[in-house]
């Protein structure tokens, strides 16, 4: 199948590689050089532009930062709907605002194209290996005709969660869980080592009980070591939360933890800390307890 590929950056660069050694023809296209000769070499062909791509594709995959870049790239005046065909199928692997994506939806079916949200959680190294958890919102059966030859290349699984939207509504709910739960690893752990209890030693007490997650297991070690290196930036935890807020504002849904968290990730990306991992949740308690949890 030809796939077009638009958004080759940490995410997408090993998801547009896992589709080509699935067998599937990619198209690719992104703004970085180094980006387009990474999947070039892994044997995706290069579009020079968005619309190019859209025309040679029947699936078009976009994998973009937020809801401007995904509007402008599929609904823009040379944007993919501007040249694909009817029928094709738009995949928006992005994680934006619920809103965004239903009106993305609408002006594709007004050109005869179909489109569903699939946004991802797993990161990086979930994109390298193919196991990414996908949550998907729209047409049923457009959903059932792409979830085993393509989404399943690029995930352990492929979760239909209701009309377009509710994939991206999925994501924010996993980005509230994951925010909060990072946060809480990082008080608990800062109050175990003010009381001059080794942290380590914390986390082999607790992680096999009730308290134990997926995100402590991968965050907390992060933590100890003082290794915030981005699996997951920061200030795109921000961008997701931020939509976390405005969809929730929209549908009278309160979310004050949220809130707090956002307020902690706003304090790293103004002390210059938006790059860090968001297990940096550390910092801001080392900033305000003046105690590092690790080294």
């Known amino acids: 199948m030809k796939i077009g590929f638009i958004g080759l950056g940490i995410m997408g660069k090993p998801m547009a590689k896992?589709?080509?050694?699935?067998?599937?023809?990619?198209?690719?296209?992104?703004?970085?050089?180094?980006?387009?000769?990474?999947?070039?070499?892994?044997?995706?062909?290069?579009?020079?532009?968005?619309?190019e791509v859209a025309a040679q594709s029947e699936v078009i995959i976009t994998m973009l930062p937020n809801s401007p870049h995904c509007i402008e790239v599929i609904c823009g005046a040379d944007g993919v709907i501007s040249s694909a065909k009817a029928g094709t199928i738009v995949i928006d692997m992005s994680s934006i605002a619920p809103k965004a994506s239903q009106e993305i939806s609408k002006k594709c079916a007004e050109k005869g194209i179909k489109m569903i949200d699939a946004p991802v959680s797993g990161g990086e190294p979930k994109a390298?290996?193919?196991?990414?958890?996908?949550?998907?919102?729209?047409?049923?059966?457009?959903?059932?005709?792409?979830?085993?030859?393509?989404?399943?290349?690029?995930?352990?699984?492929?979760?239909?969660?209701?009309?377009?939207?509710?994939?991206?509504?999925?994501?924010?709910?996993?980005?509230i869980v994951v925010a909060c739960n990072i946060a809480a690893c990082a008080e608990a752990f800062t109050l175990a080592k003010k009381a001059d209890v080794d942290p380590a030693l914390v986390f082999?007490?607790?992680?096999?009980?009730?308290?134990?997650?997926?995100?402590?297991?991968?965050?907390?070690?992060?933590?100890?070591?003082?290794?915030?290196?981005?699996?997951?930036?920061?200030?795109?935890?921000?961008?997701?939360?931020?939509?976390?807020?405005?969809?929730?504002?929209?549908?009278?849904?309160?979310?004050?933890?949220t809130v707090s968290v956002m307020?902690?990730?706003?304090?790293?990306?103004?002390?210059?800390?938006?790059?860090?991992?968001?297990?940096?949740?550390?910092?801001?308690?080392?900033?305000?307890?003046?105690?590092?949890?690790?080294?």
């Not at 050089?33 to 062909?45: L, M, P, T």
């Not at 492929?158 to 924010?172: D, P, Q, R, S």
């Not at 981005?230 to 976390?244: E, M, R, V, Y």
């Open 204 to 257: 082999d007490a607790i992680k096999g009980g009730l308290a134990g997650s997926t995100v402590m297991n991968a965050k907390l070690p992060m933590m100890l070591e003082g290794n915030f290196n981005p699996g997951f930036k920061i200030d795109l935890h921000i961008k997701d939360l931020n939509n976390a807020i405005e969809t929730g504002h929209e549908v009278g849904s309160p979310l004050p933890l």
């Open 263 to 295: 307020e902690m990730f706003q304090t790293l990306h103004s002390d210059g800390k938006g790059q860090h991992d968001h297990s940096g949740l550390a910092e801001y308690y080392e900033k305000v307890s003046g105690t590092k949890i690790g080294k």
């Open 18 to 51: 896992n589709l080509l050694n699935a067998g599937h023809e990619v198209i690719g296209f992104d703004k970085s050089e180094s980006n387009i000769e990474y999947v070039v070499s892994a044997g995706a062909k290069v579009g020079t532009s968005i619309a």
């Open 128 to 175: 390298i290996d193919g196991s990414l958890s996908i949550m998907v919102g729209g047409d049923k059966e457009v959903f059932e005709s792409v979830k085993k030859d393509i989404l399943l290349k690029m995930g352990a699984s492929a979760v239909y969660c209701g009309e377009v939207g509710a994939g991206n509504t999925t994501k924010l709910a996993n980005q």
